[in-house]
């Protein structure tokens, strides 16, 4: 435990969110109001990344407002990276060289913002401080969109994905069903998710405002005659249908819907994802109209329409994360942890990262009802209070304002470091 | 002019638009204010099919509530359809129905929602009913996301569009720039407009934020080499760019870039549409890692991100086109005419019919700047006062409460009536 006052270090890692910012606020603005304990907070520059090759952002040069305005900011204010650290075994000067640049820079907390793979990396830094002998608390900040962390009942940046694909889907479906008498019948939305189908399920939500919806989900195996079974059967009996696709979506064979094995005149795999393979699917089957969206990255960045829960909680875990730390806690996550579901009430624990770490959490199939093309009441229960509630960000012009960041460096003090 | 009281008939055509339903709200909450002048507006089942088949949806069973809601709601909630009337030379019978049908149902006045077509199919209405002697008063009201009706400033549909598209391609260009350092450097998104950029040029707003983006308007031929140029001197400046395709974006011989000729093993034309073909172009010649979107229906049924401006404008059309037909004018169109730019000031003026029918407005060179992949001023300042302000819909549970109509059917006086 660090008594004397030490400097922190911030960094996002992975796909970003839209409210992986909130937990940066939270973690900046909870370490301002400790200045006996703790002094700058530095960002790494696009992630751990920064850290390695010592490019630090001087969050101390950014005002309050601008770290309040993070809370309403989509994306990475600091950068992000995909950039996973081998094992301790394969690649022991990278965890070498993050300790010396703690210690260059006087760093003694360690907070990492993201998802499984950072959680493992968290815990791998804590360890080999303790081994080196080097006081350092890491504490991991939960962020996926792919809500499969263990040991929280979720994970921030889940909560507004959720929310933007069931609103879309709702009102797409609202838009098919004024069409389908003379034109598109059927609506295909492909939406994130390799292995777990959270996502997925969120577009099952809006089966209760009475649209008939087929969700596939890569916990069940594709299985197309009973698929296109159940699309013709809701365009009978409503006239239209949607389908939320995840791009994990599989064969039984493992291959992706997304994998055709078609080429174009270059030898290049064809270019689509799940959405078109399963709307040309129900086309050539049934002869139905089709359009379909493939929403990707506008999933994750949508900060305008997050759910106001969502922000709360990636906020009170960036918070929580720094109060662990003056606690003394080393190697944790704070969790949310449910208490009810209606109303909803939750509270934050944390939870030891030897158990967080490349454990995945994919949907439980009481969660996916009898015939795998929906959800559950028991699903519908765990996703709403997730979406619930707007926290709009501020407009100006038209446009939201989100927050532009100075992101200074701080000088260098050690010999460059080439990346692996 | 119809001096006595007269029912109304209302319906709405072609695509549907994240503010269709403010001007039926607009129309309907109008003609109730005129009960001396008219009786009940009728809304065609299904768009001018119920007209033509003599499915009549009665208003007047609505309570005044639920038309409000009208307001905030998307899609068409009478149904839509797309079904254009031929010639009245080649099928005069279906025009001599729909004078049958207001005349068996008391109908003075009709009002029609719609694009080019419809305003087409209206004036047409309105010259046979005086040719029959039938007193009937068409009103056209304008409605297309393309924004490419004459005689009016802008269209009800597209503002709300151009929002969507201006936020998204704003936080998905943040999303891209956290990531870039290690991983997706390129973004590109399709929007709609077939014939004309619009929709995509509000995609270049975001430029004003710092974004680097490159537009591809159907209004510029395609030439791929400067196209990946632009990408490429964008990347090296910024690190990443976003890329915004109109679905109507085409090669100097008229092909759209989604149609790569490809098929696959059944024979089936490549399923994709223009952004993966554009972002397997940026990775084959640049390198870049890549993801895409296609918001197809999620753009124009995006109610949860309309424009203020948009929705005030599509209610007060509506409005205005009862009161211009209790003024006694025929074959007329309220239109938006725009006084000011900054602060944006506009009033509704109207446009005969004559004039507006099957006339394309595309986008005027001079808002496309000189190397054709961006808006230029003139065109910022006419595009910006369109997303300005937010009209968010009421929510419950998470979810944009939309309003959901009885839709119930008056009694049928006349025989059936085979479509053609």
Redesign the interface.
Known sequence: MNTARSNAFYA?SG??T?VINASAAGVIETARRHPDRIGTVYAGK??I?GALTEELIDTGEESADTIAALRS?????F?????KLKSLEKNRREYERLIEVFKAHGIGYFFYNGGGDSADTCFKVSQLSQSLGYPLQAIHVPKTIDNDLPLTDCCPGFGSVA?YV???V???S???????????RV?V?EVMGRHAGWIAAAGG??ES??IPVVVLFPEIEFDKDRFLARVDALVKQHGYCSVVVSEGCHHPDGSFLAE???????G?A????A???V??MVK?ALGHKF????????Q??????A?ATDVQQAYALGQRAVELALEGRNAVMPTIERISDAPYRWRIGSAPLEQVANVEKTMPREFINADGFGITDACRRYL?P?????D?PG?Q????V?A?LRNQLVARKLPSFELA
């Open positions: 996002q796909g970003v839209a696009n992630g990344i900011t989509p994306a990475g204010a950068g992000s990276c995909r950039y929310k069931a609103v879309s709702l009102e797409a609202l838009d098919v069903r004024s069409m389908a008498a003379t034109s598109t609506f939305l939500l809006v405002q009475g055709q094995g078609t080429r174009d005149a270059f290049h064809q270019l689509g994802g959405a078109p393979v709307a040309q050539d359009h379909w969206a493939v929403a990707d990255y506008l994750r960045a949508a900060r305008h329409i759910s709403l997730l979406i619930e509630g707007e709009y407009y012009g038209g446009l939201p989100y532009t």
